[in-house]
């Protein structure tokens, strides 16, 4: 249904991040968290970071990220949850 081409896509080219160690495809340009969040299949109440030069940036929930591929995520239980 959609590939990584841009065919079909102007302005919305597909690029792949790594989200939990899985490669996935999201579009190129503004993300919310949610939307990474979806694309990388993240449970329901965990949290994501982004992993920059070695170290993780916490992200807010209702944040966005400029995507140009390649990026990194990493999700977690969010902090305070009971087991």
């Known amino acids: 249904m959609t590939n990584s081409s841009s065919e079909g896509n102007h302005g919305r080219d597909f690029v792949d991040i790594v989200v939990d160690g899985t490669n996935r495809q999201i579009h190129r340009g503004r993300n919310t968290i949610a939307e990474i969040k979806q694309v990388g299949q993240v449970p329901a109440g965990y949290d994501l970071d ?25 999700s977690h239980p969010k902090d305070g949850a009971s087991s």
């Not at 070695?54 to 995507?67: N, R």
């Open 50 to 74: 982004q992993i920059v030069d070695g170290q993780l940036s916490p992200l807010a929930d209702d944040a966005s990220v400029t995507i140009k591929g390649g990026e990194t995520f990493q």
